[in-house]
């Protein structure tokens, strides 16, 4: 893995991952303005379970860590299940846990439907206050009516990832 100030992690373990999408959509903006990003995919990757005591000195475990930790903005594209982020993503953040101190974090969400748009508040929540992170409050949530078959369709969800996107950007620098 490549060390880089803005890491993109894909929470998503489905093949056809809506919100891996919002996410390589994402470092293209990035690419677009001249930031350089990482991109990090948990399909890529095999992490085990967090269990607390083991598993914190597994390579993929470790390579995640470090990219975090060298990471200054972190964004998360996660898949919503069940009204919350996908358990993967949470078990990434219990796998890493003090690697995530001091980040700045965004969220990228694709849902099924448009009532689950706060899901992501008590990963926010469990981010800022066990990491002191910094939560971007622009976070995207995108439904599958912006989709056609696995192409983000809606100019509207382009424009509010571009929003993300910069909002990052002016975080980060202003942290400097």
């Known amino acids: 893995m490549n060390s880089a100030e803005y890491l993109i992690i894909s929470a998503s373990l489905r093949s056809n991952s809506r919100s891996r999408v919002l996410a390589n959509y994402l470092a293209r903006c990035y690419e677009a303005v001249g930031i350089g990003?990482?991109?990090?995919?948990?399909r890529d990757s095999f992490l085990p379970f967090c269990d607390g005591e083991t598993v914190y000195t597994h390579p993929e475990v470790i390579s995640f860590s470090e990219a975090i930790l060298a990471a200054r903005v972190v964004i998360l594209a996660t898949?919503?299940?069940?009204?919350?982020?996908?358990?993967?993503?949470?078990?990434?953040?219990?796998l890493t846990g003090e690697a995530w101190e001091n980040k700045v974090?965004?969220?990228?969400c694709a849902a099924g439907g448009a009532s689950s748009y706060m899901s992501v508040m008590s990963l926010a929540n469990s981010l800022m206050l066990d990491f002191r992170c910094l939560v971007i409050p622009r976070f995207v949530y995108v439904t599958g009516e912006e989709?056609?078959?696995?192409?983000?369709?809606?100019e509207d969800a382009k424009a509010r990832?571009?929003?993300l996107a910069l909002a990052s950007i002016r975080i980060r620098n202003y942290q400097s």
Do not use: M
């Not at 974090?105 to 990228?108: A, I, M, P, R």
């Not at 989709?147 to 809606?154: G, I, Q």
């Open 161 to 163: 990832i571009r929003d």
């Open 105 to 108: 974090v965004g969220f990228l």
């Open 37 to 42: 990003s990482e991109f990090l995919d948990l």
């Open 147 to 154: 989709f056609r078959e696995e192409t983000l369709v809606s």
């Open 79 to 94: 898949p919503i299940y069940n009204f919350d982020a996908s358990a993967a993503v949470k078990n990434l953040i219990e």
